[in-house]
């Protein structure tokens, strides 16, 4: 299994751009997450989704925009990047319900507007 | 709200020195305890959590954790640390019912030859 994949890896875009970070998971996981990590801040949940067709906002949702229309997949949309949407972002699943479940963590998107 | 605060942001350590990373966190429900390493470069990888039982949890690559309900903490720590323990470390928590993780601001633990 390959687990979580995430690409591109790096991208750099202009203020006004728009791009999506794949998300893309093998393990059949009902849940998946995106973070972004900010240096010295931790990880701020974006966005997160329990099932095909099913999303909700987290933490910090505004500039991202998600869908989730197969389980394996959950792409994450900037629709117009700004500097503050400069971070590593990161793509996460686990296999149930339940704060219990450990999340499997992809190996980040770092993406820099400018 | 859960939120997790992490004491030290950066800890440097001698090499087969003993380490304490510290974590504390704040909850009104029962919670669910995790902590998380981050290789350069890399994504976040389990180390140990904390379920239920024994308050004494044994992760890998030998770091342990001692859940404290009456201090709301749950530090990290190992006997001997080695070069290959350079790396980010996080602590988060969960509640029973909820989907989400809440994480702490990591501890950039750098262990010197």
């Known amino acids: 299994n390959a687990g979580v994949t995430q690409t591109p890896k790096f991208r750099i875009l202009k203020i006004g751009q728009s791009m999506t970070l794949q998300c893309t998971q093998d393990?059949?996981?009902?849940?998946m997450y995106w973070y972004r990590q900010d240096p010295g801040m931790g990880l701020k949940l974006i966005y997160y989704?329990?099932?095909?067709?099913?999303?909700d906002k987290g933490e910090v949702p505004n500039g991202y925009n998600v869908s989730r229309s197969t389980t394996e997949d959950f792409p994450l949309r900037l629709e117009l990047a700004a500097p503050s949407q400069t971070s590593v972002y990161f793509c996460?699943?686990?296999?149930?319900?339940?704060?219990?479940?450990?999340?499997?963590f992809g190996p980040g998107t770092r993406l820099t507007v400018l | 709200a859960q939120s997790v605060t992490q004491l030290d942001s950066q800890v440097p350590v001698f090499e087969e020195a003993p380490v304490e990373l510290r974590c504390n966190y704040s909850?009104?429900?029962?919670?669910?305890l995790f902590w998380y390493v981050q290789y350069p470069n890399q994504g976040l990888q389990l180390l140990l959590k904390?379920?239920?039982?024994?308050?004494l949890v044994k992760g890998i690559n030998g770091f342990e954790a001692e859940f404290n309900k009456s201090q709301t903490s749950f530090h990290l720590r190992k006997p001997s640390v080695h070069i290959s323990d350079t790396a980010e470390y996080f602590c988060?928590?969960?509640?029973?019912?909820?989907?989400?993780?809440?994480f702490g601001t990591g501890t950039s633990l750098t262990v010197i030859p």
């Open positions: 996460a699943s686990s296999n149930l319900a339940g704060g219990w479940n450990e999340q499997f």
């Open positions: 393990m059949n996981h009902n849940y």
């Open positions: 989704s329990v099932g095909a067709g099913i999303t």
């Open positions: 909850s009104s429900v029962s919670v669910y």
């Open positions: 904390y379920l239920s039982g024994s308050t």
């Open positions: 988060a928590v969960s509640v029973y019912t909820g989907n989400q993780f809440y």
